[in-house]
């Protein structure tokens, strides 16, 4: 079954069919999707949606872009969440230098105050992080030893994702992985072990070819494991196989879950 391990349903592009949409899911071959928070405001939504639907896993954390709204006491409401069953990790948090809509240092202190949580409650992270490769890379170094994680919508070197897969992080890779311009993502992709690779849609956004530009959902995660396997020269069911049994390992869940 396909794991998509970073989505967004509780984006308002869904709110005309969201229902409709999750119901298929399974029936398509969509096993198992992880919710990634973005806002304080989407971790009501997406605990509900944890609560509907069997398959649907979520995160908590507050994204770069919006740490301005961060405070100790909504990290208090997170920890709480964080001790719901189905909230399986910390995030999406990291740094974002390219809308750069946050002040660094601000971004930094939220980023370092959501790893350490994650740290506190043994969760794993997913990290966001655009054109601030040198920053992030430094602050997971000095505050992200022991925790476990995806590097998610990865578009930086090759390089640097060896780099992370040494560290045990997963490297997620979404419909970037199939466009013209993706050539540093399908680099990455070959020269990575598959045990280190999970599929994600980032849904609403970044849907693969040929829906380029149309709004993305799990759905599409075929045309992404379709690319990897031409890539790496495998089969496809090769990558949904293994890419299931990574995304299980990174969020702690078991075959039953
Ligand atoms: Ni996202």
Not at 62 to 89: F, N, R, W, Y
Not at 208 to 234: H, M, Q
């Amino acid at each position: 079954m396909i794991f998509d391990t970073h989505a967004h349903y509780d984006d308002k592009q869904f709110d005309t069919d969201r229902e409709e949409l999750l119901e298929r899911m399974e029936a398509e071959g969509i096993g198992a999707i992880v919710n990634a928070g973005s806002t304080i405001e989407s971790w009501d939504k997406i605990k509900v949606l944890t609560e509907r639907y069997p398959f649907v896993y979520g995160s908590v954390g507050v994204h770069p872009d919006e740490v301005g709204t961060l405070s100790e006491e909504a990290l208090q409401k997170m920890a709480a969440l964080l001790d719901c069953e189905k909230i399986v990790a910390v995030g999406e948090i990291g740094l974002d230098y390219y809308w750069d809509k946050e002040a660094h240092d601000l971004q930094k202190k939220w980023f370092i105050r959501q790893l350490e949580l994650a740290g506190e409650k043994g969760m794993p992270v997913i990290i966001h992080s655009r054109e601030a490769a040198a920053d992030t890379m430094e602050i997971m170094q000095r505050h992200a030893r022991g925790i476990r994680g995806v590097i998610h919508c990865y578009s930086y070197s090759p390089e640097m994702a060896r780099e992370y897969v040494k560290m045990g992080y997963y490297i997620g890779v979404g419909g970037v992985v199939t466009f013209k311009n993706g050539r540093k993502l399908k680099e990455t992709v070959k020269e990575i072990p598959l045990e280190s690779i999970v599929l994600e849609t980032d849904c609403p956004y970044l849907a693969p070819e040929p829906f380029r530009g149309k709004r993305n959902a799990s759905l599409y995660l075929p045309y992404v494991a379709k690319e990897i396997a031409a890539i790496k020269e495998i089969t496809y069911e090769e990558v949904i196989q293994q890419t299931e049994i990574n995304a299980r390992k990174l969020y702690n869940l078991s075959k039953g879950d």
